[in-house]
């Protein structure tokens, strides 16, 4: 009854129009859609992309790409105008494929969004589009290709170690393999105190989330059935994941994908705090003052909060602060989304602005994501499993 209310000045003005006035405004309405929609068929959802182009934009003042570069178009009302001109055929030009890519996929956008949209799922079909009219800029092909080559983001610097087969299986993802081995031996550390029969995949290929993010989804699904059949050779039971995108690929992507992994997936968050409430562990006092970074995945897609919190908590002697920005309403490190590889010098600028929050609280910064401590690096900047094994390392002397 509100809704006519609100609405009632509408049909009395229609109804004082002409004839020909309402039946052209009758046929608009019936079929005007169809006119503003794309004639091809499109990988991009098109409803979502208007809206969003449409939308007054409150996530533009949450949005870390256009705080760092000060360009409308930046903003994610400003990428879906610009995505509805490519994917209507109405624009064209390298700026203007590569403006689709500037996204951090930190999903700040949907804390604010009335139609709970992520900005960086809807630019996933936009950008399967660019690659199906082989429009992809050439730096974006080059990630591609590198990926096909060497199955890894970058080159694999650390030796893996760990049987073949085992009750856990430690999935390291491509920053911990190439930037950040000293996780990899921390959660090694730890699976060994515990006496946890583990397993490593001694060919381990990155989960696919920059290909699938990137556009290239034929190519992820090669990579998704590679893992798949490797997780499944290793006879699993659990699935250990220190990178959050990780986790969330394994977790909730390839099953939507249609790739199915039967054995449960953990961040690693979770996994230490099983072990603590299993009392499977023991600390010692570790006299500690940290800031605790929440990662953009791990909290807003998997919606992990308290359990990195209760196991750094639970450290005797561990002081954990808080930042202005936490939980849901976290700030971006900078190098989610792949950005750190397609805009470097975007994500350098969120990851220095980032920092600077951190540090009014605490030097010490600890995070859950190897992705965000490469971010930080400089800094004096943990992971999570890192922390837990320090507070062990009395016990084991």
Known sequence: ???????????????????????????????????YLPKKKTHADMESVIKCALCPNMCRFDCPVLEAEKNEATSPSGKMRIAYLIETDRLDGTDAFELMYKCAGCDACIQWCPFDFSVSDILKGVRADIVADNRTPEDIVKIKEHLEKNHTMDK???????????????????????EKGEIAEAMIDIFNTVGEKYA??????????????????EVFKHFAEHNVEKIKESGCK?????????AY????????????IKAQVLHSSEYLLSLMKDKKIRFDHLEKECV??????????????????????NIPGMIVKEPYFNRKDTKCCGR???????????????????????????????TACPTCALAFEGCEVYDISEIFIKSLEKKNE
């Open 1 to 35: 009854m509100k809704k006519i209310k609100k609405y009632a000045w509408v049909m009395d003005a229609f109804s004082q129009t002409p004839f020909s006035t309402k039946a052209r405004a009758m046929k608009h309405f019936l079929t005007g859609k169809k006119s």
């Open 156 to 178: 694999i610097n650390i030796d893996v170690k760990g049987s073949e087969k085992g009750d856990i299986l430690y999935f390291m993802g491509c920053t911990i393999l190439s």
């Open 200 to 217: 490593t995949i001694r060919d381990e290929w990155c989960c696919g989330a920059p290909l699938i993010n990137l556009g290239f989804t």
């Open 238 to 246: 659990t699935v250990v994941c220190s990178c959050p995108t990780c």
């Open 249 to 260: 690929m394994l977790r909730q992507v390839y099953s939507q994908m249609d790739f199915e």
């Open 292 to 313: 605790y970074h929440d990662p953009c995945t791990l909290v807003r897609k998997l919606g992990i909060e308290e359990e990195p919190r209760k196991v750094l908590e």
């Open 336 to 366: 989610g989304g792949s950005l750190g590889s397609t805009n470097p010098d975007i994500a350098e600028k969120i990851a220095q602005k980032r920092v600077a929050e951190l540090r009014k609280e605490a030097e010490c910064i600890v």
